[in-house]
């Protein structure tokens, strides 16, 4: 995620060349300049074409293509918001479980302590990279009972370490180090663990509908080529930077939704999950450092 000033208005205003979206919308762009400028050219200096003046059609008309717009950044952020929620949760959740196996564990018992942290601490570095598909060892480190040469080969590596979570805990209980009713008391935040990956793997794997994403894009499309020919008329040659503005507007807001929709990712809008899952492991060594 990128950070910035959001009171810097003049780095936010003139920044915009270094956009990503406005790379990706350039050769559009530039191809929509070379037709508004065709048709500019046969209607104003050849004369051999005669456009008539189509705006009243078209404020109609980009007035529904804004509200769907709206509606689509709404949800994309919806999407967005949910995970940073989710997340937020998570290094709660991380903190308060490892607060209580430090308030429950006996002093000596740091060795033990240290293990849970890295169960917990590994958790949250697995699902980030879990989230993009992949799987980097050198983030993780490295537990007695759950090897990371053998996280390799399983295709679900959270659940696997959700599950080496519950069973020391449950082994905490067999070996008379907590009580089965401290037992119950951690199950809430273990058990919150999984919900968190289910819940971002459901923002995940379910996009927006694929006939929603291509109507948007489509009636972009179409008021976009049909707009030259009806503000030709009436303005001209400036008929070509008032198109491209509106193209950029429109076309920048979709390809924002798109991004922010699966924030998962490396891009620069997605969630800071490395700073958060760092955070995670942060604290938790505070913790068992300093309160034992």
Avoid at 148 to 163: V, Y
Avoid at 197 to 207: F, H, L, Q, V, W
Avoid at 263 to 283: C, M, S, V, W, Y
């Amino acid at each position: 995620m990128k950070a910035y000033n959001p009171k810097d208005w003049s780095s936010l205003i003139f920044n915009f060349h270094k956009s990503d979206t406005f790379r990706m919308l350039l050769p559009a762009m530039l191809g929509l300049a070379i037709l508004s400028g065709g048709l500019c050219y046969l209607h104003i200096e050849l004369k051999c074409v005669t456009f008539r003046s189509t705006t009243v059609m078209h404020s109609l008309l980009g007035f529904v293509i804004s509200l769907l717009l709206v509606f689509r950044t709404n949800t994309a952020y919806d999407r967005w918001w949910e995970g940073r929620k989710i997340w937020g949760d998570l290094v709660n959740n991380s903190r308060n479980l490892m607060l209580k196996y430090t308030a429950f564990l006996p002093t000596e018992k740091q060795e033990l302590k240290n293990e849970f942290r890295i169960l917990i601490t590994n958790y949250s570095f697995a699902l980030k990279e879990h989230l993009r598909g992949g799987f980097k060892e050198e983030f993780l480190e490295e537990h007695p009972r759950l090897h990371i040469q053998d996280l390799k080969n399983i295709n679900h590596i959270p659940n696997r370490i959700a599950q080496q979570l519950y069973t020391d805990s449950d082994a905490l209980v067999k070996q008379n180090l907590i009580s089965e009713e401290k037992l119950i008391v951690l199950n809430e935040e273990l058990r919150s663990f999984t919900n968190a990956t289910g819940a971002c793997e459901r923002i995940k794997k379910t996009p927006i509908p694929y006939s929603y994403s291509t109507f948007i894009k489509r009636i972009i499309f179409l008021y976009i080529v049909t707009l030259p020919i009806g503000l030709i008329p009436d303005l001209k040659w400036a008929t070509i930077p008032i198109v491209l503005f509106v193209f950029y507007a429109f076309a920048g807001l979709e390809l924002l939704a798109e991004e922010i929709e699966d924030p998962f990712g490396f891009e620069r809008n997605d969630l800071p999950t490395d700073d958060l899952a760092n955070t995670i492991k942060k604290n938790l060594i505070e913790i068992i450092n300093v309160i034992h």
